[in-house]
Antibody
């Protein structure tokens, strides 16, 4: 069974930093691209960043480019999101998800339960 | 940027009724790269449909997807109590790489 478990969320002051982790199990981790998506309170879903299995291809949404860094450790079956220069508008639940391949239209097949990040003074 | 617009914003129906949800793209997209998700309060989204019309593993056949070009539809043939949720469409391949619609809430 595919499992994705996020951790690392919490309360941080504006301008601060936080590192999110996503622990994966139940599949060959290095074979899949992974992504981060967030959802602000009462709002919709926003894709933030993606990373290929070998970390060769990394993409960011404009809203986080230059502030957030995605990475992965295939030996530890873990995905990370380093978030710097946090703003109040970054307050959201952050989800990691596994990306299906081309035959699945690069949809987000499996999701973690999410971790809440609150940016407030 | 490809914008996905979902309608209606809220759909008020009763169990047993048919639900028809629309997702319109600002420019033509490949149906291979159109997906639908269901999200219940306090839960992560769940993949329902990929490739515009293929059901994900374990999804009941009362859920179906259709469409092409700029117009896509998610249909729930007979609403069950557990189907009341928010539904999102999503596309891959534009700029940004992935975008979501704003969601349609199906409520009793």
């Amino acid at each position: 069974e595919v499992q994705l478990v996020e951790s690392g969320g919490g309360l941080v002051k504006p301008g601060g930093s936080l590192r999110l982790s996503c622990a994966a199990s139940g599949f060959t981790f290095s074979s899949y691209s992974l992504i981060w998506v967030r959802q602000a309170p009462g709002k919709g879903l926003e894709w933030l960043s993606s990373i290929s299995g070998s970390s060769n291809y990394i993409y960011y949404a404009d809203s986080v480019k230059g502030r957030f860094t995605i990475s992965r450790d295939n030996a530890k079956n873990s995905l990370y999101l380093q978030m710097n220069s946090l703003r109040a508008e970054d307050t959201a639940v952050y989800y990691c998800a596994r990306v299906g391949g081309d035959s699945y239209g690069y949809c987000f097949e499996n999701w973690g339960q999410g971790t809440l990040v609150t940016v407030s003074s | 940027e490809i914008v996905l617009t979902q309608s209606p914003g809220t759909l008020s129906l009763s169990p047993g009724e048919r639900a028809t949800l629309s997702c319109r793209a600002s420019q033509s997209i490949s149906s291979s790269y159109l997906a639908w998700y269901q999200q219940k309060p306090g839960q992560a989204p769940r993949l329902l449909i990929y490739g515009a019309s293929s059901r994900a593993t374990g999804i009941p056949d009362r859920f179906s997807g259709s469409g092409s070009g700029t117009d896509f539809t998610l249909t729930i043939s007979r609403l069950e109590p557990e189907d009341f949720a928010v539904y999102y469409c999503q596309q891959y391949g534009g700029s940004p790489l992935w975008t979501f619609g704003q969601g349609t809430k199906v409520e009793i």
